[in-house]
């Protein structure tokens, strides 16, 4: 058995988990804890976190949500059948949810669509997931380059496509899979330049936007790139080149996050960059034909030095005609990584009236945090999630509110953050997502286990959470 402890600001409150064994090898942990989250009946009970092992004992792990206009969630990750950490097979796997947050079990095979794209090793990662007008499911991924003769090591980019069923969606691509290698990879050094993908967008029409990186042409770095498609995954000749846009910043390897569509057509995307050591945080602003928007930043790009060591920005989100990030920083090596938002005005300017000169900063123990994603509010809140740390060897999920101005929310709890242990060593929370009614968030990651000294095995599992607003 294992335990869930909720921490909010300074105090604790603990309560039992029941691990109730469900069909297809999966089980659910809940709580009834006020000081989480009303677990009510209109609820089903699912708001509070819950463990799910989609496989019995290899690793699972969900990085991505999106709702459809039911209020039903999709939760997109990764799966294996082996837990041996050097050689697990991942799989690409998508899961729908009830709008109370319970499995729905008609969906795929109990509740889960499975494909493992490229057979191999774990270079298959999916981190965005969409549902299209019609219904259809939409998962992109990171997947292994099929060739004779290729590096290992090298990648590209996968959409899988499913019916609303859960069935594979054979119409789409080569039996539902449009793969895309955008860039021959290279060696470099000891590290590898290849094609990645990270954030997937749906827009009103079916078209479809995924955010990455490739190997920039004649270059040994990574260039951010956004890729437009329509609705059945081939390349829009109308966006950028060929379909794609790439953004070169300060001749420096990019690492990209997500990419969000604006409502005049135009797009928004974030990342980082080491640029000489200091790491900065990037946003840039497409115009909706895919060309840097020359009225954002400098010629369509932010990206100044923010602390004087790391400044990650992992997602980015409007604010009314400001854009608010999550991520995390600090000023120096002796510093421990704390979690940071950023807002960033209408021109590409950082905002000197969000937190403190611009920054929001939470740290949760003097240890190193990592927020990964975050959603605004009806009421401009910002919502946060990802990680932080109560010990040095402990990592718990985390989840945070700051105000309209960037200061700690503390009507959500005393210090504006809360965290929750699923009773990993390393547990996380990936993304989130509000629903179509703005009454919840759906928040999923993963339950990470350790791989303990001499030990080779390790068995994480994925989690969601339906968290009432």
Not at 88 to 110: H, I, K, P, S
Not at 271 to 284: A, E, S, T
């Amino acid at each position: 058995m294992s335990s869930l402890r909720f921490h909010s600001g300074v105090s604790l409150r603990s309560a039992s988990l029941a691990l109730l064994l469900a069909a297809g090898c999966n089980y659910s942990d809940s709580i009834t804890d006020a000081g989480v989250a009303d677990a009510s009946a209109a609820d089903g009970g699912a708001a509070v976190p819950r463990v799910l092992a989609v496989s019995a004992t290899g690793h699972d792990r969900f990085y991505g949500v999106t709702f459809d206009p039911s209020g039903r969630f999709y939760a997109a990750g990764v799966v294996s059948e082996g837990n041996v950490a050097a050689t697990a097979d991942f799989e690409t796997v998508v899961a729908r949810f009830t709008a109370t947050g319970e499995l729905d079990t008609t969906f795929g095979q109990g509740g889960y669509a499975r494909r493992n794209v490229v057979v191999g090793l774990g270079g298959e990662v999916a981190r965005g997931v969409a549902v299209q007008p019609s219904g259809k499911v939409v998962v992109v991924a990171s997947v292994e380059h099929v060739a004779a003769g290729s590096d290992p090591r090298d990648r590209d980019i996968a959409l899988l496509r499913y019916n609303a069923d859960g069935t594979r969606d054979t119409g789409f691509g080569v039996d539902g899979v449009v793969t895309l290698d955008l860039s021959d990879g290279q060696a470099v050094g000891t590290g590898y330049v290849a094609d990645a993908a990270w954030g997937l967008t749906a827009y009103s029409d079916g078209r479809l936007l995924v955010s990455g990186a490739q190997r920039r042409s004649g270059g040994t770095v990574a260039d951010f790139t956004v890729v437009r498609l329509s609705a059945d995954g081939v390349r829009d000749a109308t966006f950028g080149t060929n379909g794609v846009a790439t953004v070169n910043v300060n001749e420096r390897t990019a690492n990209p996050r997500t990419a969000t569509l604006l409502p005049d057509g135009g797009i928004v995307a974030s990342g980082y960059i080491d640029d000489g050591g200091v790491v900065k945080p990037v946003l840039f602003k497409l115009t909706a034909a895919g060309q840097l928007d020359p009225t954002f930043g400098v010629a369509g790009i932010f990206a100044p030095t923010v602390l004087a060591a790391v400044t990650e920005a992992y997602d980015a989100v409007p604010q009314g005609s400001s854009f608010v990030t999550a991520g995390y920083g600090r000023n120096s090596t002796s510093e421990s990584l704390d979690w940071l938002s950023l807002r960033v005005s209408a021109a590409g300017t950082l905002d000197p009236t969000w937190g403190t000169a611009g920054v929001a900063r939470l740290d949760l123990a003097r240890f190193n945090d990592n927020a990964r994603a975050l959603v605004a509010l009806p009421d401009n809140r910002i919502l946060m999630v990802g990680g932080g740390r109560p010990s040095e060897a402990n990592v718990d999920g985390m989840v945070a509110m700051l105000t309209s101005a960037g200061q700690p929310d503390t009507t959500f709890a005393p210090r504006g953050l809360r965290t929750y242990d699923f009773g990993g060593a390393s547990d996380f929370f990936w993304a989130v997502a509000l629903n179509p009614a703005r009454t919840h968030v759906a928040i999923v990651g993963a339950r990470g286990v350790a791989v303990s000294a001499g030990a080779t095995t390790a068995n994480d599992d994925s989690v969601v959470y339906l968290l009432p607003l």
